[in-house]
C-alpha cells in the first residue's frame, strides 16, 4: 500500500472513531447523538473503507475514491459551500489577517497576462514605477498569458522581503520593462477615500468588510468630524461591496446605533447556531443624518449594515435593490491545510426580515433589500458597460494622460473629449449593436422568413434602423460619461486613488449629488 492511500484510509478510519469517542464522552447526549441518522452513515462510510482495504489493498485507488465521494456529497449543497483547496485557504487567511504579502497592484486577465488596474501608493510595485495600465506578462520568467487570473497573481504574491522578477508590456509608449520587485506586506485597503464632498457632507468608500474594516471606518469617521463641526450628514458608498466577515459587518453598524438596538440575528440549522447581536457603545455620529448608497453587488455583510440601519431607520438607503445573501459560512480546516466551507445559518434583520428561504440548498439567493430612494447608475447601463469591458477607456486615457490633467477645465472635459474618443474607438473595431437592435433585427428576420406582408417587413426595417442609429449616437448620449472617466483614469494614473475621488468622483458623479440632496432633506 502507497503511503498516501494508507493516509487517505487512516483519515477515514480515525475520523470514524473519533465521532465514536465523542458519543463516549458525551455522557447524557450519548442517546441522542446514536439517535441521529447521519452518524450512522459515518459508521457505514467508515465499514465500507475497512472492507475495500481487507479485499483489494493497494489495488484499490484511494484518492480517486475519496475525490469522487467528496464531489457527490457536496453536489448538492448550496453554492458558497464546497471542498477548499490549501491554496485557497490561504486567501482566506488574508481576509482575517487583514492583508498578504505581494506587491500591491489590482489587476484584470487580459490576453497577455494581466492588466494592471490600480497601483498602491507607496506599494513595492509604486517604488519601481509600474503604472495602471501596464500588462504584467511575465513573472520570475513565466509568461501569464495562458495561465487563469488566480494562477498568475499567485506568482505575483509571496512571503515579505521576498524578490519577484516581473516583465510588463506599457502600451502607451509601445515599451517592454523588466523590474525587480521587493514582496511587502500589503494590508488591504478598506477605504480608498473618506472627505467632504463640495457640499460639506462627509463621503467615505468602504469596498469590503474583511479583518481591520470597522476600525479604519471608525478611525475616518473621528477624524472627519474633528475637522468639520456640523457636517449635514454621511453619505456611505457599499457599492459593489462583496461583504467579508459577520463580525465586522455588526461592528460597522454598532457605529452608528444607540447601545442596546438589535442589528442582527442568526438561525442556524441547529439550536446551538442561533445568536443575536445588538449595539454597544454610542453613535459616534451623533446622529447625523446618513445615505447609504447601494447596488446588485452589495452583498453579505455589506447586506447586514444597509438592511439593519434601514430597519431601524437609522439610514436611508439609494440605489438599487442588494444582491441577496443572508448566509453565513463555517469553515473547517483539515490536517493537509485544505477543508470545507458550509453554510451553517442564515441571518436575519429588525422586523424578522429574512433575505433567504430556510432551505438555502435550494434557495441560496435571496430576494436583496431595496432602496427608499432607487437611482439609475449609468454605468451599469449597455453602452458604458460595453466601452468599460473593452479597456479603450484606460487605453485612450493613457496616450492622452498629460493633456487631460492639464486641461483648462476645473472640472470637467469638454465634448469634444468624447468625440476624439469615439473616433479612437471606431479605429479599434469598437462596434456596440444594443440588445434593441438585436431583437429588432430578429423581429426582421422572423418577418422575412415567414413571408410577411411587404408592410410588416418594411416596418421590422424601420425598427432595425432606427434602433442602429440610437446606438451610433450612443457616444454623445454618453459624451459626459466618458469624459468623466477619462479624467478619472488619468488621475489615478497620475496622482492616485485619493486625489481621483477627490478631484474627480466626488465632484462629478450625478448619484453623489442626489445622497446629498437627500442628507438636506432631514433626519431619516
Same mark, same amino acid.
Request: aromatic content about 8%; glycine content about 10%.
Given at each position: 500500500m502507497t503511503q498516501s492511500a494508507f493516509a487517505a484510509r487512516r483519515d477515514i478510519i480515525l475520523s470514524a472513531i473519533f465521532m465514536m469517542l465523542l458519543?463516549?464522552?458525551?455522557? *447524557?447526549? *450519548?442517546?441522542?447523538v446514536l439517535a441521529e441518522p447521519n452518524l450512522k452513515h459515518a459508521n457505514t462510510i467508515a465499514t465500507v473503507a475497512a472492507q475495500?482495504?481487507?479485499?483489494? *489493498?493497494?489495488?484499490?485507488?484511494?484518492?480517486?475514491?475519496i475525490?469522487?465521494?467528496?464531489?457527490?456529497?457536496?453536489?448538492?449543497? #448550496?453554492?458558497?459551500?464546497?471542498?477548499?483547496e490549501g491554496s485557497r485557504f490561504e486567501q482566506l487567511d488574508e481576509e482575517f489577517t487583514g492583508g498578504y504579502g505581494g506587491i500591491g497592484v489590482s489587476v484584470v486577465p487580459h490576453d497577455d497576462g494581466l492588466l494592471i488596474m490600480t497601483v498602491r501608493e507607496g506599494g513595492p510595485a509604486a517604488k519601481v514605477g509600474l503604472l495602471t495600465g501596464d500588462i504584467v506578462i511575465k513573472a520570475d520568467g513565466q509568461s501569464l498569458a495562458d495561465l487563469t487570473i488566480d494562477r498568475a497573481s499567485r506568482l505575483l504574491r509571496g512571503e515579505p522581503d521576498s524578490e519577484v522578477d516581473i516583465t510588463v508590456f506599457r502600451p502607451a509608449g509601445d515599451d517592454t520593462i523588466s523590474v525587480t520587485a521587493t514582496r511587502a506586506r500589503i494590508d488591504l485597503l478598506h477605504i480608498p477615500f473618506a472627505g467632504f464632498t463640495p457640499d460639506s457632507a462627509i463621503y467615505i468608500r468602504l469596498l469590503d468588510?474583511?479583518?481591520?474594516?470597522? #476600525?479604519?471606518?471608525?478611525?475616518?469617521?473621528?477624524?472627519?468630524?474633528?475637522?468639520?463641526?456640523?457636517?449635514?450628514?454621511?453619505?456611505? #458608498?457599499?457599492?459593489?461591496?462583496?461583504?467579508?466577515?459577520?463580525?465586522?459587518a455588526y461592528r460597522t453598524a454598532s457605529l452608528f446605533l444607540q447601545s442596546g438596538q438589535f442589528i442582527v440575528g442568526t438561525d442556524g440549522r441547529s439550536r446551538w447556531e442561533e445568536e443575536?447581536?445588538?449595539?454597544?457603545? %454610542? #453613535?459616534?455620529?451623533?446622529?447625523?443624518?446618513?445615505?447609504?448608497?447601494?447596488?446588485?453587488?452589495?452583498?453579505?455583510?455589506?447586506?447586514?449594515v444597509s438592511g439593519a440601519l434601514g430597519q431601524l431607520e437609522r439610514a436611508t438607503l439609494a440605489g438599487d435593490t442588494t444582491f441577496g445573501k443572508g448566509l453565513v459560512q463555517g469553515f473547517s480546516r483539515f490536517s493537509d491545510g485544505s477543508g470545507l466551507r458550509l453554510t451553517i445559518s442564515r441571518y436575519y434583520l429588525a422586523d424578522s426580515l429574512y433575505l433567504n428561504e430556510f432551505d438555502s440548498t435550494l434557495n441560496d439567493t435571496g430576494h436583496g433589500i431595496p432602496p427608499d430612494v432607487p437611482i439609475e447608475f449609468i454605468?451599469?447601463?449597455?453602452?458604458?458597460?460595453?466601452?468599460?469591458?473593452?479597456?479603450?477607456?484606460?487605453?485612450?486615457?493613457?496616450?492622452?494622460? %498629460?493633456?487631460?490633467?492639464?486641461?483648462? *477645465?476645473q472640472f470637467a472635459l469638454d465634448r469634444s473629449w468624447a468625440e476624439d474618443f469615439a473616433d479612437y474607438a471606431r479605429e479599434q473595431d469598437f462596434d456596440f449593436t444594443s440588445e434593441r437592435t438585436e431583437a429588432a433585427r430578429e423581429m426582421l428576420d422572423i418577418a422575412q422568413l415567414e413571408n410577411a406582408s411587404a408592410r410588416t417587413v418594411e416596418t421590422a426595417e424601420r425598427l432595425v434602423a432606427t434602433s442602429a442609429a440610437q446606438d451610433e449616437r450612443a457616444f454623445a448620449t454618453y459624451a459626459g460619461y466618458i469624459t468623466s472617466r477619462l479624467k478619472q483614469i488619468a488621475y489615478e494614473r497620475r496622482f492616485g486613488a485619493y486625489r481621483m475621488y477627490r478631484d474627480v468622483i466626488v465632484r462629478e458623479r450625478p448619484e453623489i449629488r442626489t445622497a446629498v440632496e437627500l442628507l438636506r432633506g432631514g433626519r431619516p
Open positions: 458519543i463516549l464522552l458525551a455522557g *447524557g447526549m *450519548g442517546i441522542y475495500l482495504h481487507n479485499i483489494y *489493498g493497494e489495488n484499490f485507488d484511494w484518492p480517486q475514491a475525490e469522487s465521494a467528496r464531489a457527490e456529497m457536496l453536489a448538492n449543497l #448550496d453554492r458558497y459551500s464546497g471542498y477548499i468588510f474583511q479583518s481591520g474594516a470597522t #476600525d479604519d471606518l471608525e478611525a475616518a469617521l473621528d477624524s472627519l468630524l474633528e475637522q468639520r463641526a456640523d457636517p449635514p450628514g454621511i453619505v456611505l #458608498d457599499l457599492r459593489g461591496n462583496p461583504g467579508g466577515l459577520f463580525s465586522e443575536s447581536y445588538y449595539s454597544s457603545g %454610542d #453613535d459616534i455620529t451623533d446622529g447625523l443624518p446618513l445615505v447609504i448608497l447601494i447596488d446588485n453587488g452589495t452583498a453579505s455583510s455589506a447586506e447586514i454605468d451599469r447601463q449597455e453602452f458604458p458597460r460595453a466601452i468599460e469591458r473593452s479597456l479603450l477607456l484606460q487605453e485612450f486615457a493613457h496616450l492622452h494622460e %498629460d493633456a487631460i490633467i492639464s486641461h483648462p *477645465g
